[in-house]
């Protein structure tokens, strides 16, 4: 395997950081752009008022970003208390009985196939530079310099829905009123489309499946909420 080869393969830290970045990017993109059109083509649908689909809309983006930055913070603060009382213990089990860890790294090593000596003599290598490190990427798979921050996954979080947010509502606000409804999904369809496809090259897979999945869902969603925003409007007038 060659040097270049080597340079253009994700590894380690790299990609840890660049995939929780990429979830909540992409997620958080997706969700604003979704979750905000379709309530605001439902609300078209329902009526051509526009003072109704502003406070929807503004209602909508605003709780929205709120919710995601709160979901991510939670969920990352869960993880990040997880790991650390996981590296508490196995410091504590590293201080009272570091043989019995030793024994332990060496059969984490001999069940990856290598030999009884040659997982002995990584273990003790690897113990002897870092083993803390060692047995927390051997056992757990958590790298200690590489523990998440919830208040920058709920920032980025919040800032990608924002940012799919806004591409619908301001569609809703400055398209004409018999034009909103497919302006706002055609916004919609192309800006999914684009997250689809970044999201994918980004983490390195094929566009097309992860394209037409979001489409799919997000046109599903757009059409369920017009169809009730419809009804709603009818029985209402």
Do not use: C
Request: proline share 5%; aromatic share 4%.
């Amino acid at each position: 395997m060659t040097d270049a080869t080597l340079q253009s393969e994700p590894h380690g830290g790299i990609t840890a950081g660049r995939l929780n970045w990429l979830r909540a990017g992409v997620l958080g993109a997706n969700d604003g752009i979704v979750s905000v059109s379709a309530i605001l083509v439902g609300v078209a649908a329902a009526t051509p008022t526009f003072a109704p689909l502003l406070a929807a809309g503004s209602a909508a983006v605003i709780g929205g970003a709120i919710s995601m930055a709160l979901g991510e913070y939670v969920s990352v603060s869960s993880q990040r208390d997880s790991q650390r009382t996981l590296i508490a213990q196995e410091r504590r089990e590293l201080a009272s009985s570091p043989e019995d860890e030793l024994r332990e790294l060496q059969a984490l090593y001999r069940a990856k196939g290598l030999s009884e000596g040659t997982a002995m003599a990584v273990a003790q290598e690897l113990t002897a530079r870092d083993p803390l490190a060692a047995h927390l990427d051997a056992e757990l798979g958590i790298d200690p310099d590489d523990i998440a921050s919830p208040w920058t996954a709920a920032l980025s979080s919040a800032i990608a829905f924002l940012i799919g947010a806004v591409l619908p509502f301001v569609t809703a606000l400055f398209a004409p009123t018999p034009l909103r409804i497919p302006a706002i999904v055609v916004v919609v369809l192309v800006a999914l489309a684009v997250t689809g496809v970044l999201g994918a090259r980004l983490g390195g897979s094929p566009a097309l499946r992860p394209a037409l999945r979001v489409l799919i869902g997000g046109g599903a969603a757009l059409a369920a909420t017009i169809a009730i925003g419809a009804a709603l409007g009818t029985t209402a007038g």
